[in-house]
């Protein structure tokens, strides 16, 4: 989508509901480019969390009173308001609220995985999965004996399609890929591997921790059979995210966990599972999170997602120029007009985590390390790299003020 094409998003405006960005340290104000770790939380969401516990706080499901039927309404609504937020037509029996988008995968590894998968099957990855997938997948197909595989990532930081068509074959059963890089920022084409795995009667489980919160998502345009997100990364509270599964498919996957809330009837031999999605929820579920996330829906879609993906890639772009100026800079992943809101960077000699404090010296935030993708950056030849991500509320000042920071850093260990 070319920047061109929508209205520029009100960022002044907009950072007015985010009082955190005021804040000062050593008398400069905050910086914050660690969005892809998590993002802000404006004043809607933190209102409609504290409305909740002032006015509706009650226990779900399990209640006759007034406020239990009131709570019930708004955590089943706030269901359907996240389904039809990516694009399922099937409301809420096709939304399951989890902890985020690692629960969300640990849900269809243990459900789906351990009971779908044997010996010989094939799981079939990206080199750029996050750690909440590999790790899960790996360690799943371990149990079974099945075998993991990884779609090579290009020299430029894109997936090398043509290796998936090679991978995926009729022993593969399931494909685990993630649609936008938390690391390179590439954005993954996974309507097309969709319809490969299809093709050979497998399965597509799609990371969108990092899609969902900054580009227009349609789940069913992708041909998603399970598509995973955090609340987190997209203004809402820690602790909650979604799992969105084709119905047909959560109808016959076993649960997760198991408790109450979860089941129908129970006998002291045996038990039945309650109807989508709240057979994958046991326990006394994310009741308040769940409705603040709804809350997050609301607000990123009155910005429009359009004009969201707009200004992240514009970003991203300024900040990717920017930073090539540099000739001891490498910026790893597609070019700067190709890519999600973030840019991972090393420095010639200077170690990332020398970097990120001395940029912490200026209030500019931002991650270093591995960004829990290990293989990926052992592929990149690199131990851990610098990584800024933007959001709704960065402005080109921002990208100035950490471009200043790092010639600091520079100058320093010159
Ligand atoms: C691409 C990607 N997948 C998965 C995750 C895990 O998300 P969470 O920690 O919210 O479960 C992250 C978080 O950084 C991510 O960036």
């Keep these: ?46 209102d409609t969390i504290c ?7 009650a226990n779900v499901h399990r209640g006759i ?63 750029m999965e996050h750690h909440s997938s590999l790790v899960t997948w790996q360690q799943i197909a371990r149990k079974v004996g099945a075998e993991v595989r990884y779609v090579r990532v290009d020299d430029d930081g894109t997936l090398d399609v043509d ?39 497998a399965l597509i489980f ?56 979860m089941i129908l009837r129970v006998t002291k031999e045996d038990a039945t599972w309650n109807d989508l999605p709240w057979k994958f929820e046991a326990g006394t579920p994310l009741i308040a999170q769940g409705v603040a996330l709804s809350a997050a829906a609301d607000y990123l879609e009155d910005l429009g997602m359009d004009r969201v993906q707009a200004h992240e890639e514009e970003m991203a772009e300024y900040a990717y120029d920017r930073l090539t100026e540099f000739e001891d800079v490498t910026v790893y992943g597609p070019p700067g007009d190709d890519r999600s809101g973030l840019v991972s960077f090393t420095i010639d000699g200077v170690h990332a985590h020398d970097l990120a404090s001395i940029l912490n010296d200026h209030a500019v935030a931002i991650r270093a390390g591995h960004h829990c993708t290990q293989p990926l950056h052992e592929k990149l030849g690199v131990a851990a790299t610098a990584r800024a991500s933007f959001y709704v509320y960065n402005t080109r000042e921002e990208v100035d003020a ?10 320093i260990f010159a």
């Design 1 to 46: 989508m070319s920047t061109q094409d929508v209205e520029p998003l009100n960022v002044e405006q907009i950072r007015e509901d985010f009082p955190i960005l005021q804040r000062e340290f050593d008398g400069n104000q905050v910086v914050y480019l660690d969005n892809a770790a998590t993002t802000q939380t404006p004043e809607p969401v933190v």
């Design 163 to 201: 290796h998936a068509r090679e991978l995926i074959s009729e022993d593969t059963e399931m494909v685990s890929a993630v649609h936008v890089s938390n690391t390179l920022g590439a954005v993954n084409p996974v309507g097309e591997l969709a319809d490969l795995a299809h093709d050979h009667d």
């Design 206 to 261: 799609v990371d969108g921790a990092q899609a969902v919160p900054t580009r227009p998502v349609d789940v069913e345009d992708i041909d998603a059979d399970f598509y995973a997100f955090s609340g987190h990364k997209m203004l809402g509270p820690t602790g909650v995210g979604g799992l969105y599964g084709k119905k047909h498919l959560l109808e016959e996957m076993e649960p997760f966990n198991y408790g109450g809330e």
């Design 65 to 127: 009173h007034h406020l239990s039927q009131e709570a019930s309404i708004a955590y089943e609504e706030a269901h359907d308001r996240l389904a039809e937020f990516v694009g399922a037509s099937g409301e809420r029996e096709e939304m399951v609220f989890t902890k985020g988008t690692t629960e969300a995968l640990n849900l269809v590894a243990y459900a789906w995985g351990l009971n779908e998968l044997s010996e010989g099957d094939e799981v079939v990855l990206t080199e």
């Design 51 to 57: 409305n909740y516990y002032r006015q509706t706080n």
């Design 402 to 411: 950490l471009i200043h920071a790092i010639d600091d850093a520079r100058q």
